[in-house]
């Protein structure tokens, strides 16, 4: 693969490579021994921070992880430097993680290990964990006892929502979420 300035790019770091559209150029965002899973991956632009899927430490786990990164300035960013790249989800486990793309407050969070059922979490960007759920387990019903999850509501307003907006009841049914 190359960019079109002809700079050549290795096909094996393909997956640790974002395209920034308005420049058309290939930036890294991590080194290393990685294994950067390609797709989902998402970029809030408000606080220049890219969220990605990876495994860094081990094979056998799937974490979330982010990364400032600035399109305007890639240079300048963070991306590529390994103490920047923070880890958002609990080593341990695997974990198949969903960002809140809009407002980036929020991301989700079902996971497993050998020894732990899939469970599943809602957690802030700062990594407190907000609810906890255990999933159903659909095998052996002597070997796990099941466990009712308790239903919850998250508010997921517009970052321009006004004062009046959320306190309308319409408005708010549509970005409540449970």
């Known amino acids: 693969a190359t960019s079109n300035n002809n700079d050549v790019v290795d096909a094996r770091r393909v997956k ?9 150029k290939l930036h890294t965002i991590t080194r290393g021994a990685w294994a950067v899973e390609g797709a989902p991956f998402w970029f809030d632009a408000k606080q220049k921070m890219i969220y990605f899927t990876g495994r860094r ?22 991306a590529a430097d390994a103490a920047a790249i923070t880890q958002l989800t609990e080593n341990g486990y695997f974990h198949h993680a969903k960002i809140d793309d809009i407002n980036f407050k929020y991301f989700s969070s079902v996971y497993s290990s050998v020894s732990t059922p899939n469970q599943f979490a809602i957690y802030s960007m700062q990594k407190a964990c907000i609810k906890k759920f255990a999933l159903p387990y659909r095998g052996q019903p002597n070997a796990l006892q099941y466990v009712q999850p308790i239903l919850m509501e998250v508010e997921n307003f517009p970052a321009d929502a006004t004062a009046e907006q959320k306190a309308d009841p319409e408005f708010k049914k549509m970005y409540t979420f449970s």
């Open 16 to 24: 640790q490579t974002l395209l920034v559209p308005s420049q058309c």
């Open 57 to 78: 430490e081990t094979h056998l786990e799937s974490q979330l992880y982010c990364v400032a990164f600035d399109p305007d300035n890639p240079s300048q960013s963070a």
